[in-house]
Each structure stands twice: as structure tokens, then as C-alpha cells.
């Protein structure tokens, strides 16, 4: 199965510590960065429409927002929290990630934007925005040119 690489549609905001482990003596707002703020998007476009699945495990539909900027700029965006630290717990391994993340994407011209849908199931946010018709192509007619 092929995946493409690159579009003119992508718009992904580009960390550049993207990789680098955090560590867990830096602040807590640099430890906010981390695996799931880069949530993983699956993008296909049907005869119908263009559809989004985003991996978002263990976050509420209320912490996920779905937006279109500037008439054609589809953004994800959401939080999954850090889970409350007891004074008296001790931690053994944390691999679970926690933080921020914002995907954006430019929308093709044949976009509805006004009619897109979201839901959420099993941990996948499956973002549906439907298009446009195509126009059907009038056939070429040859006009005679007189004298």
C-alpha cells in the first residue's frame, strides 16, 4: 500500500525537538512536548470526500477541537493531560505520553468546509469533509469558419 509524502495540502507545524527524548528533571513545560504531540494522521481522498483519521487513544471528544481558519485551513488540535501526581507515589516507568497537539491542513478548492463532520470511536477521530461535485466537462464542438 502506497502512502504519499508530500502534498501541497500539508501544513504541519514543524517541531524541531521532534525525536529528541525529553527529560523528566526539565520544566514541566518542556516535558509537555513529547510522542503525542505529534498524533499520527491517515489522509485519503474517496470519489466523495477527503477523510481524516487521527490516533488520539485516551482523549475525551471534549479535549479535541476541530477547526477551519481562514475558509480553507482545516485544523486538529487537543490536550491530553498529565495524570495527578500523589506526594507519596513513586513512579517505576512512565511511557504513556501526555501534551499538546496541533495538525493543520490546507483544504482542497472542492472542499465543503461548511459541511464537515466529526466523531470519535475507539480512540480514532475520523474527520469526514465531504465535496463538491465535479463539473461535467461540456464536450468541444468545432465551429465552421465561413469566407
Do not use: Y
Request: proline content about 5%; hydrophobic content about 35%; aromatic content about 6%.
Amino acid at each position: 500500500m502506497g502512502r504519499a509524502t508530500s502534498s501541497t495540502h500539508f501544513l504541519d507545524l514543524w517541531d524541531p525537538f521532534e525525536g529528541f527524548p525529553i527529560s523528566t528533571n526539565a520544566p514541566s513545560s518542556a516535558r509537555d512536548i513529547s510522542a503525542f504531540a505529534n498524533a499520527k494522521i491517515d489522509w485519503k481522498e474517496t470519489p466523495e470526500a477527503h477523510v481524516f483519521k487521527v490516533d488520539v487513544p485516551g482523549i475525551k471528544k471534549e479535549e479535541v477541537k476541530v477547526e477551519v481558519e481562514q475558509g480553507r485551513i482545516l485544523q486538529i488540535s487537543g490536550e491530553r493531560s498529565r495524570e495527578q501526581e500523589e506526594k507519596n507515589d513513586q513512579w517505576h516507568r512512565i511511557e504513556r505520553s501526555s501534551g499538546k497537539f496541533i495538525r493543520r491542513f490546507r483544504l482542497p478548492e472542492n472542499a465543503k468546509t461548511g459541511e464537515i463532520k466529526a466523531a470519535m470511536e475507539n480512540g480514532v477521530l475520523t474527520v469526514t469533509v465531504p465535496k463538491e461535485e465535479e463539473k461535467k466537462k461540456s464536450e468541444v464542438k468545432a465551429i465552421d469558419i465561413s469566407d
